[in-house]
């Protein structure tokens, strides 16, 4: 079996799990957030019953995160309808926005408080909860009414899905990330190359990558239309987890003989700088070519391009340079902004640097415009800005407005681009 | 309309219609189990499109669309797993999205709310085939599509159990009926 079939099989309670079997899971983790919280509530309340209560308050937990700095009043009913559920239901984890526990971006959230634990199963109700794959569990994003299912019962029926294996191998060059190797398979299987798939990623490569890079990659298989996406735990993974939560886990590894629906290899020695241009995820042209391609914005944040990491890759790139273009900052979570001041370059903060080189003050950690918003979100594209960014997505009016554009970067090309006005190979500025 | 026919305009898109451009992520503060903000999302329905689509799903200012049918290409439902996306859809007026393939939250979302049936054309050409405004006529027991002015019959493929979950009103009812939850 591959580790996903194995992780299904525990799950399932079965001693084997083949891709395609209808099967019933327990879950270990259920995530919602302030988008689609109230709604999922909503169909527990009316599925259950008004007094009804979670499968396990531990296990639900609830990260308001996307629209929590805007004047619009729905969307403080909808952090308030959260409260109010979290406070009735005695959660354990809720993230309170405007109180010390707040956090931000549930995806960056669930690992650094421990949520995510290799073996076991997570669902959340967004799309990128693919992302935790990346600790060696099983995470896929789910709809309302399935997580008002999860909530009331604690278990998904699921389809095993058939894996599709990228085996990367070889040393990164200087300037490539692992933003870099994700939209590369994006932009050679499609958006919908992987649809019903695991993808498991796994080589020398991706072995090399901390835990955070990891993250980047697995944040979006589903831009591949994939249903989850997995690299093996390892010594960095039990590391990371073990720094989180004293919880015990489980670590699989698929076997030497398990079945793939396929296998792609990559020399990582030949990955350059790429970006997907407007407006798909998989039209991905390297940054080389499109170096004349003039731009009014960057932004730096989300899941996907904005945790210490990418901040420590953009800051060594603008260290010393200043931007040509509104360069915005937007940490994910209140942990990744306090390290904006305590991780330093040359002994200089990243905050620092980022000021020096004219960028925005950085943002109070959120999704912020990563999907545009309400028209009051701080980064929104609302003309027809074009715009670097390190986040997901850039289907038409992604950031807001129709008319703007979103190409989408890794930290460091969209730090280059910057600082050069136009998109940018970092290893060229 | 009986259960077995589904007939009326179609409503035709291209590839990779995204649930940004179904929903656009500014609407998401309206929340799909509260009665008045789900009509609400019906007047969103795929406002999102660019403007390069001339005519609008739903017009301004109204609630329900003209067009029953959706005919999608392929990836229909891509990106997010909003479930404000088929619920949208669903609170328009739309019965099905007929498409060459679905992303697979969205396609399963249709399912466990029951708003919309998902279901793939078994050849890939229905996109190009019709234009918005064309009338056709839905026989789900014969897995069929007529266009009415041509009398042109396209096969779909058989949804199988997605059938009775979507006429049930969705997993929760379906589960009930079958007797599987109280």
Known sequence: ?429 | MSKNIIKGKVFVVGDNIDTDQIIPAQYLNLVPTNPEEYRKLGSYALCGLPDSYKTRFVKDGEFRTEYPIIIGANNFGCGSSREHAPVSLGAAGTKAVIANSFARIFFRNCIATGEVYPVETAADNLCKELKTGDEVEIQLDKNELKVVKTGKIHKLKDIGDVREVVESGGIFKYARKKGMIK
């Open chain 1, 1 to 429: 079996m591959t580790i996903t079939e194995k992780i299904l099989a525990k799950a399932s309670g079965r001693d084997f799990c083949n891709p395609g079997d209808n099967i019933w899971v327990s879950a270990d983790i259920l995530m919602t957030h302030d988008v689609c919280g109230p709604g999922t509530i909503g169909v527990f309340r009316r599925e259950f019953g008004e007094d009804a209560k979670v499968w396990d308050r531990e296990k639900v937990v609830i990260i308001p995160d996307h629209y929590i700095f805007t004047s619009d009043k729905m969307c403080h009913r909808n952090v308030d309808t959260l409260r109010k559920f979290a406070k009735s239901q005695g959660i354990k984890y809720f993230y309170d926005p405007g109180t010390s526990t707040y956090s931000g971006v549930c995806h960056v959230t669930l690992p650094e408080k421990g949520h995510c634990r290799p073996g076991e199963v997570l669902f959340g109700t967004d799309s990128h909860t693919c992302t935790h794959g990346a600790l060696g569990e099983f995470a896929t994003g789910i709809g309302n009414t399935d997580a008002g299912f999860v909530m009331g019962t604690g278990k998904l029926l699921i389809k095993a899905p058939a894996s599709m294996k990228f085996e990367i191998e070889g040393e990164l060059p200087k300037g490539v990330t692992a933003k870099d190797i994700i939209l590369r398979i994006i932009g050679d299987i499609g958006v919908d190359g992987a649809t019903y798939c695991a993808m498991e990623f796994s080589g020398s490569t991706i072995e090399s990558l901390n835990v955070e890079e990891r993250m980047t990659i697995c944040n979006m298989a589903i831009e591949a239309g994939g249903k989850n996406g997995i690299i093996a735990p390892d010594a960095k993974t039990i590391a990371y987890v073990k720094s989180r939560t004293k919880k015990p886990f489980e670590c699989f590894y698929s076997d030497k003989d398990a079945k793939y629906l396929s296998v792609k290899k990559y020399d990582a020695t030949r990955f350059v700088p790429v970006v997907a241009m407007p407006f798909s995820p998989d039209n991905v042209r390297t940054a080389s070519e499109m170096k004349d391609f003039r731009i009014d914005r960057v932004y730096i944040g989300s899941c996907t391009g904005g945790k210490i990491e990418d901040f420590k890759m953009a800051a060594s790139v603008l260290d010393g340079r200043k931007v040509k273009v509104t360069t915005f900052i937007v940490p994910s979570t209140v942990e990744v902004e306090k390290a904006l001041s305590s991780e330093k370059i040359g002994g200089k903060s990243l905050v620092k640097i980022f000021e020096e080189a004219g960028c925005e003050k950085p943002a109070p950690p959120s999704c912020a415009a990563c999907l545009g918003g309400p028209v009051d979100t701080y980064g929104r594209s609302n003309n027809d800005e074009i715009c670097v960014s390190t986040t997901n997505r850039n289907f038409p009016g992604r950031m807001g407005s129709k008319g703007s554009q979103t190409i989408l970067a890794s930290a460091m090309t969209a730090a280059a681009s910057a600082i050069k006005g136009h998109i940018a190979d970092p290893r060229n500025v």
